[in-house]
């Protein structure tokens, strides 16, 4: 969208870089479950000159000078945030979403706290507790998985846990788990011994935002949402929290964890949560489930083990192990092919995640391009022909041209 003339003369190594990659995504298919495709507006905001700005603190309280059209922003943002998901405060500063659920759990822990949430494997995220990141490292993680026929996660069993520990914090939200959520249940469960309650909601933000999911805001203490994915908007992330806990989240985002907030990347976000007030965003959510829905009942039909049996959202996770491949090969399979897709651990994996059985599937982005379930129909058949052809060079190729022609006729909005 834009000429680019001024990286042209300064830095064309640069701008052959940024030209191969705008023509990858033009001509190939995203289907990594976390990744969309912003709008020129999105863009445009992220190009200003709002990065410029140094702009520590909060409205009307910075510690620098200049900040009045800066103030006015965060305003605009915040003010469209709380009305997009009926939030009491939202803090618009974090940079992405680890640091965001690391400000959460600075507001209401200390180090060594015990806290409960869902295990890596069995669709949780990093941040939620593994060994190796920085909250199973500071904080006394135990954790709930899925039930092992079902899929889905047993509140029996969470309660269960829940008693037994007693946990500062529950933490609810999921990076791979293709279900809805039932927020108050773990709010219940969390008054029921006074614990924080805590959801992130990164991948489905958008979906909760359009009113196609049940929003945990209005039952949660605090939660957090990257601005991208489903949302379709700026890298970065939003805290959501009940007015009593404005202080805690505030001063945990600054100056615990921040110093200058990212100001471009702001104007972005509010210029994306103006989009998601739109009519036509709830159009785009409701086609992204259905195309996901579609998705899945497709790899069923095949044969594929599809986690838990299908999906209420916008992904999946596809056990591979029956096709005769791993995740991590699938990946490289489809990626011969022009189809970008994630690998993904499957509850109680019995291989390593850098080469798991799963592969994780998701419809935002090519719902943005204007895919719908006939053509996601035949995306399934590219990837299974790929899968039971993987060896086959020619078989290959003629599917990424098939891709490629696809993705020409559904260009990009903002390419």
């Known amino acids: 969208m834009f000429d680019y003339k001024n990286i042209h003369s300064e830095d064309p190594a640069v701008l052959e870089i940024i030209k191969k990659e705008t023509r990858r995504q033009s001509e190939e298919m995203e289907l990594i479950a976390s990744e969309n495709y912003v709008s020129k507006a999105v863009l445009e905001a992220m190009a200003t000159v709002l ?55 600075m507001a209401f822990l200390k ?17 939620h507790g593994h060994p190796v990141n920085f ?7 135990t954790q709930y998985e899925v039930d092992v026929k079902t899929g889905r996660i047993d509140m029996a069993k969470v309660r269960e846990i829940a008693l037994r520990e007693k946990p500062k914090m529950i933490v609810a939200g999921y990076s791979a788990y293709s279900r809805e959520v039932e927020w108050e249940k773990f709010k219940e469960i969390a008054d029921k011994i006074g614990a924080f309650t805590f959801a992130d909601i990164a991948h489905t933000a958008g979906l909760i935002a359009a009113g196609e ?75 992204v489930m259905a195309n996901a829905k579609t998705m899945a009942e497709e790899f069923t039909k095949l044969g ?7 999906t209420d959202n916008h992904l999946m996770v596809v056990d591979m192990t029956n096709k005769g491949l791993s995740g991590k090969e699938a990946e490289s399979v489809l990626d011969r092919c022009g189809i970008s897709v994630s690998r993904s651990t499957i509850p109680n994996d019995p291989n390593p995640p850098m080469n798991p059985s799963g592969v994780r599937f998701g419809t935002p982005a090519i719902t943005t391009r204007g895919l719908g379930q006939e053509e996601v129909k035949k995306v399934v058949t590219w990837i ?28 990009i909005p903002s390419i």
């Open 111 to 127: 180090p060594g706290d015990k806290v409960l949430g869902l295990k890596l494997d069995h669709g949780g995220h990093l941040s």
């Open 384 to 411: 299974n022909a790929a899968i039971e052809h993987k060896e086959e060079t020619e078989v290959l190729e003629k599917i990424r041209e098939e891709v490629k022609e696809m993705c020409l006729k559904f260009p």
């Open 213 to 287: 999911m049940v929003n945990p805001v209005p039952f949660f203490d605090v939660v957090t949402t990257t601005t991208h994915k489903t949302l379709r908007g700026p890298r970065g992330a939003i805290i959501m929290c009940k007015e009593k806990f404005v202080k805690l989240v505030d001063r945990a985002v600054f100056p615990g964890m921040q110093g200058g907030p990212h100001e471009h990347i702001i104007a972005a976000k509010a210029v994306a949560f103006g989009e998601a007030l739109k009519p036509e965003f709830k159009q785009y959510a409701k086609q």
């Open 304 to 310: 594929y083990q599809v986690i838990s049996g299908g």
């Open 51 to 105: 990065t410029n700005k140094y702009s520590e603190g909060y409205i009307g309280h910075r510690y620098y000078g200049g900040n009045q059209m800066i103030d006015e922003m965060e305003s605009l943002a915040i003010e469209r945030a709380k009305k997009l998901f009926n939030a009491e405060h939202v803090n618009v500063q974090p940079l992405s979403g680890s640091p965001a659920n690391a400000a959460v759990y």
């Open 135 to 141: 909250s199973g490292m500071l904080y006394n993680f």
